[in-house]
């Protein structure tokens, strides 16, 4: 803009460049400046030399663009990578509860320890009604699938399927969590492992998967495995 002053001493543009903004669509995302959840429009917009404040000539595109709703700002659209808080919230729960069925698919439900250690994961991770009928109904349900559990290479393994489910409930979580909080899943389906003696080779296989999924190291898995104690 280039400004020049009026007979009264007010600034008046006489030539410059105006954006005018259009809404190609909306939705929800985490605002970095708010510190939250908010609604947003997503926005292109064409920008116009101006000479008296009159759109002449057009001079491209702008944006695209993610205006928050709660403070307007404007974000490059990569900031829709970032998990709403719901939508992690959501994430990191089913995350704990598919290890931790996984796990007792593993080992059995037999032991009342193991089931008592899997409720308590499963209700801090936010199923707060959860129950050890549910769990041991859901765990029968796995093994009556064919292809979900044992049904491979042996009695102590687990089946493909079931291996995909926790590739898919924690992949999309993974690149979210920092370090300790990829650590803190794994371990919780680790104790639920040990709640009835030590690791069988099923359980062990189950949780080389989950940290594979989770984007840990094998060595630290191992070292992760080794160092937890039973609850």
Not at 99 to 112: E, N
Not at 152 to 169: F, K
Not at 185 to 195: D, K, M, S, T, Y
Not at 202 to 224: M, N
């Amino acid at each position: 803009m280039l400004p020049v002053r009026g007979g009264d001493g007010r600034k008046l543009t006489v030539w410059g460049i105006r954006t005018t903004w259009s809404t190609v669509g909306d939705g929800e995302f985490f605002c970095p400046d708010c510190g939250g959840d908010r609604n947003y429009r997503r926005r292109t917009g064409r920008r116009r030399f101006t000479v008296l404040g009159v759109p002449l000539l057009p001079r491209g595109q702008a944006g695209p663009v993610v205006e928050c709703q709660g403070c307007r700002e404007r974000f490059g659209t990569e900031v829709l990578d970032h998990l709403t808080t719901t939508r992690f919230s959501t994430l990191l729960r089913d995350a704990v509860h598919t290890v931790t069925l996984a796990v007792l698919a593993a080992g059995g439900t037999a032991s009342r320890s193991a089931l008592e250690a899997a409720v308590g994961a499963v209700r801090s991770a936010g199923f707060q009604d959860c129950t050890e009928e549910q769990l041991e109904s859901l765990v029968d349900g796995l093994a009556a699938e064919e292809g979900r559990l044992g049904l491979y290479d042996g009695p102590d393994c687990y089946g493909a399927a079931l291996s995909i489910e926790l590739h898919e409930a924690l992949e999309p979580l993974a690149p979210h969590l920092a370090g300790p909080g990829r650590e803190s899943i794994l371990l919780q389906g680790a104790r639920v492992a040990l709640a009835d003696g030590p690791y069988i080779p099923a359980e062990r296989e189950v949780l080389a998967t989950v940290g594979a999924a989770l984007r840990i190291d094998a060595d630290e898995v191992a070292r992760l495995l080794s160092a937890v104690r039973a609850p």
